[in-house]
């Protein structure tokens, strides 16, 4: 489905950008995580990576699940977006709600975590990318069938318990 060439607002562009990120990491499509990030790099517990590594990252922290995904649903909400008189660099800042579900191992439907997610985009030819993107956990719930048991996030997590 081919979407017709229109302008859309930069506040517009930048949520878009929010969003996508949300639906490519729920597919498992940790490539296309990285690809967003071509001109910048994520944050995973203060530990920043480059687009190229942001696949292998994310990887090694989260657990996927036979169809590929990590099934889960990540919402963002609550977006407060910043742009510089110039146009050239923007901020914002969101919640998120990560919630998920493995029936196969009994886990019903529920949040695992909330968050915040602080970002930096920058303008590039005319376009809104990802310079920066950030997460501040909040509230943890049961993250056994999340993060990777023997990842470095999980790790870290349990060091901090």
């Known amino acids: 489905m081919s979407q017709p060439k229109y302008k859309i607002?930069?506040?517009r562009e930048i949520e878009n950008l929010i969003a996508h990120y949300t639906h490519l990491l729920d597919k498992g499509d940790f490539a296309g995580v990285g690809?967003?990030?071509s001109n910048g790099r994520i944050g995973s517990l203060g530990e920043f990576t480059d687009?190229?590594?942001?696949e292998a990252m994310l990887k090694s922290n989260l657990q996927l699940y036979p169809n590929g995904t990590p099934q889960t649903v990540h919402v963002t909400t609550n977006t407060v977006i910043r742009i510089?008189?110039?146009e050239t660099l923007a901020t914002?800042?969101?919640y998120l709600i990560i919630y998920q579900q493995d029936t196969e191992?009994?886990?019903p439907l529920q949040p695992v975590m909330t968050g915040t997610y602080d970002d930096v985009f920058v303008r590039i030819d005319g376009k809104?990318?990802?310079k920066e993107r950030s997460l501040s956990m909040g509230f943890a719930g049961d993250l056994s069938h999340h993060a990777n048991p023997n990842g470095p996030s999980a790790k870290i997590l349990k060091e901090n318990e």
Not at 51 to 54: F, H
């Open 105 to 107: 191992r009994s886990f």
């Open 9 to 11: 607002s930069s506040e």
């Open 51 to 54: 687009g190229v590594n942001i």
């Open 92 to 94: 914002a800042k969101s």
């Open 35 to 37: 690809t967003l990030f």
């Open 84 to 86: 510089s008189d110039d």
């Open 128 to 130: 809104w990318h990802f």
